[in-house]
Nanobody, 120 residues
C-alpha cells in the first residue's frame, strides 16, 4: 500500500507564493510519473503539472511561467512552487503518483488534497 500526503496549502494574497509538497510512503519500488491536479468549486479536476522520473515536465497553459514542479527521487517527494498566485488558482490541490510496488505491480494513487486560497 502507498500513501501520498500533501502539505503546504493555505491562504495567501494575490501575487504571493506557496510551496506544496507531496510525500510518498509505503511499499514503493519506484515512482514513475507524478503530477499535481486541482479542483475548484463547481469545476472538474484539471491537470496542473506533471513530471517524469527523468525530470521531464509539462504544465497547463494557465500556470506556465508561474508554477514550477520538481521532485526528489531519493526522498520520494514532489514539490510545486507557486508564484504570482491569482484568485483563479484557488482550489484543492491533489498529488498523483504512478507507482510500481515491490511485487512489480503498477498503480495510480491520489493524496487527500490540500486547500489553496488566493484572496484579491
Amino acid at each position: 500500500q502507498v500513501q501520498l500526503v500533501e502539505s503546504g496549502g493555505g491562504l495567501v494574497q494575490a501575487g504571493g507564493s506557496l510551496r506544496l509538497s507531496c510525500a510518498a510512503s509505503g511499499s514503493i519500488f519506484s515512482i514513475n510519473a507524478m503530477g499535481w491536479y486541482r479542483q475548484a468549486p463547481g469545476k472538474q479536476r484539471e491537470l496542473v503539472a506533471t513530471i517524469t522520473s527523468g525530470g521531464s515536465t509539462h504544465y497547463a497553459d494557465s500556470v506556465k511561467g508561474r508554477f514550477t514542479i520538481s521532485r526528489d527521487n531519493a526522498k520520494n517527494t514532489m514539490y510545486l512552487q507557486m508564484n504570482s498566485l491569482k484568485p483563479e488558482d484557488t482550489a484543492v490541490y491533489y498529488c498523483n503518483a504512478d507507482v510500481t510496488g515491490w511485487v512489480r505491480t503498477r498503480h495510480n494513487y491520489w493524496g487527500q488534497g490540500t486547500q489553496v486560497t488566493v484572496s484579491s
